[in-house]
């Protein structure tokens, strides 16, 4: 389905028609679960996700499969579960959402909440949304659960027009949903994000006995949106290349950090068994470290290495660096010296590879979603002016863009744009200056 989905098939029958298995039996609940939005774009870096994780489980599963060939090798050992997991869940997490709004620490978003008549508050949870509806003065009107589908949501839109006009109702969530968000914007009401930091000490403050529920909490976002009403603000929409922009910007964010990650990781690993392969090459995530460390995993598969042979691979690979064959080899000689145990010499070169195609796995994909921000930032209304500023480049020109929005009214002036860049002025004592 999801090969499908990527590859242009956007009805939900037609998807749904080609589950497997027990899935089968399932459809209309398939079907329900396959409506929403999904784009070209989505489908790209979709693409580009997929075959990353792919190319991660290759890994895994070799890596695993070492591990449990050197675990048999002990006696001791036997029959313990190499993967390590010791209870149910042990690899589960919650996924990351996608927001049609801009992020909770940037600054007040555009024009004040209007005069309301209720206010409603979601309290957003991984399968059931709790909402409660409250009047003006106070009082609950309305409290009620639903399901994150499109039947619920529209179920949620239903109950809402039952109370009078969309825009004089409008809705506060923490943790503001692309789809929810969409559907609540399209209906007419005002979406107000609010702090979920904010919430939790409002929450503290109201609830004496700290207890904690889903309607509750509902019911303490709907009355925190009526009481501070003055200081928020109601979100107005991102475009539709806005969108496509922030989640290229994003997902090519989340992959730099990872990059990150793995290059600390490998460098660890080369720093306790193999410091020469750290500090031969200046840049430890570079091609041609990438590659030196494919071809010489550990100290031991280095240890014949010649000025000749440094020389004809710096050839091979396009070395531009200004550093002869013979300072290179130096470089290797005088680190310390690397594991010599031929056991832990074969666990050392396959968590080595295993690090070196991580990254190359995900540098690759860097390099193709910076060329899809690109395209994308070329697409967008003002992708033009945020590239015309000095020095910002395109991918910087992208994530600025993609951070500010195309929202001109949530900016008030110059004070908003700093507050988004983190750089608004605090007040220093004078006394606690130091003469």
């Not at 303490?220 to 603000?233: D, F, G, K, T």
């Not at 539709?240 to 990872?258: H, S, W």
Request: glycine share 10%; aromatic share 4%.
């Amino acid at each position: 389905m999801i090969e499908a989905l990527i590859a242009g098939q956007r009805d939900p029958q037609a998807l749904a028609r080609l589950a497997r298995g027990r899935m089968k039996v399932k459809h209309a609940a398939l079907v329900q679960a396959l409506t929403g939005r999904f784009g070209d774009h989505h489908g790209e870096l979709a693409r580009m996700l997929l075959d990353q994780y792919d190319a991660l489980t290759a890994q895994i599963g070799a890596l695993t499969g070492r591990i449990e060939e050197l675990i048999g090798g002990i006696p001791e050992a036997r029959g313990v579960d190499a993967g390590g997991e010791t209870g149910p869940g042990a690899g589960e997490g919650p996924g990351a959402a996608g927001s049609s709004l801009p992020s909770q620490g940037g600054p007040p978003l555009s024009l004040a909440v209007p005069g309301a008549v209720f206010f409603a508050g979601i309290d957003w949870a991984a399968e059931t949304q709790a909402v409660c509806v409250m009047d003006a003065a106070g009082q609950v009107v309305a409290r009620f659960c639903i399901a994150h589908s499109a039947e619920e949501l529209d179920r949620l839109v239903r109950r809402l027009a039952g109370l009078g006009d969309p825009g004089d109702i409008p809705v506060a969530i923490e943790r503001p949903s692309g789809w929810l968000v969409d559907v609540l914007l399209e209906a007419g009401h005002p979406v107000v994000p609010v702090s979920p930091n904010a919430i939790k000490t409002w929450r503290d403050g109201e609830v004496l006995s700290g207890a904690k529920s889903d309607a509750g909490d509902a019911e303490v976002i709907a009355e925190y949106l009526r009481l501070r009403q003055h200081r928020l603000r109601v979100a107005t929409p991102y475009s539709d290349q806005e969108k496509a922009l922030r989640t290229g910007v994003r997902t090519r964010d989340d992959l730099v950090e990872m990059r990150v990650a793995a290059v600390n990781q490998l460098a660890a690993l080369l720093d306790a068994h193999w410091p020469g392969a750290k500090t031969i090459f200046a840049d430890l995530e570079s091609r041609i470290s990438l590659e030196f460390l494919t071809r010489y995993p550990t100290a031991a598969s280095a240890a014949r290495l010649s000025e000749q042979d440094i020389a004809a691979f710096r050839a091979e690979l396009g070395y531009s660096g200004k550093r002869p064959a013979a300072v290179l080899l130096d470089r290797l000689r005088s680190a310390p010296a690397g594991t010599t145990g031929e056991a832990l010499t074969t666990a050392v070169r396959d968590a080595v590879l295993a690090l070196v195609s991580v990254l190359k796995a995900v540098t690759a994909a860097v390099k193709d979603l910076d060329r899809s921000v690109v395209a994308r930032l070329s697409e967008h209304p003002d992708g033009k002016i945020f590239t015309s500023l000095r020095r910002s480049g395109q991918i910087n020109a992208a994530q600025m863009l993609a951070e500010w929005g195309d929202c001109r009214p949530a900016y008030d002036g110059p004070d908003s744009v700093a507050a988004l860049a983190r750089v608004t002025p605090v007040t220093r004592d004078p006394a606690s200056t130091a003469r």
